[in-house]
């Protein structure tokens, strides 16, 4: 069993950033996939920013504004995002797996495990 806990969460203007963490009660450095995926209200949970052993991706509507990023030695994967938009406005989950999501890293339905989620608010 694979407890995550995010935060960092919070309300910021368009162009701000906001760093987000995820606090996993495993070493990070067994979990094959690990990310971070966004829920709007009225909208389906969509991939953002995954990691796993071999590549990192990105959804199209996030390359180049945020990175994600792990820390092993704090069991904690971190989701910086720069130049907000409020299309960005959503509740973040922090998701892993222990097996593979190579061939489809951004469906949710290949993660077992889930944060509580923290959210995030972009004002314009």
């Known amino acids: 069993q694979v407890q995550l806990v995010e935060s960092g969460g919070g309300t910021v203007q368009a162009g701000g950033s906001l760093r987000l963490s995820c606090a996993a009660s495993v070493y990070t450095s067994r979990i094959n996939c690990m990310g971070w995926f966004r829920q709007a209200p009225g909208k389906d949970r969509e991939g953002v920013a995954i990691m796993d052993r071999y590549k990192t991706t990105y959804a199209d509507s996030v390359k180049g504004r945020f990175t994600v990023s792990q820390d092993n030695a704090k069991n904690t994967l971190f989701l910086q995002m720069n130049s907000l938009k409020p299309e960005d406005t959503a509740m973040y989950y922090c998701?892993?797996?222990?097996?593979?999501?190579?061939?489809?890293?951004?469906?949710?339905?290949?993660?077992?495990?889930w944060g509580q989620g923290t959210q995030v608010t972009v004002s314009s």
């Open positions: 998701a892993a797996d222990m097996g593979a999501c190579a061939l489809a890293p951004l469906r949710a339905d290949k993660y077992a495990y």
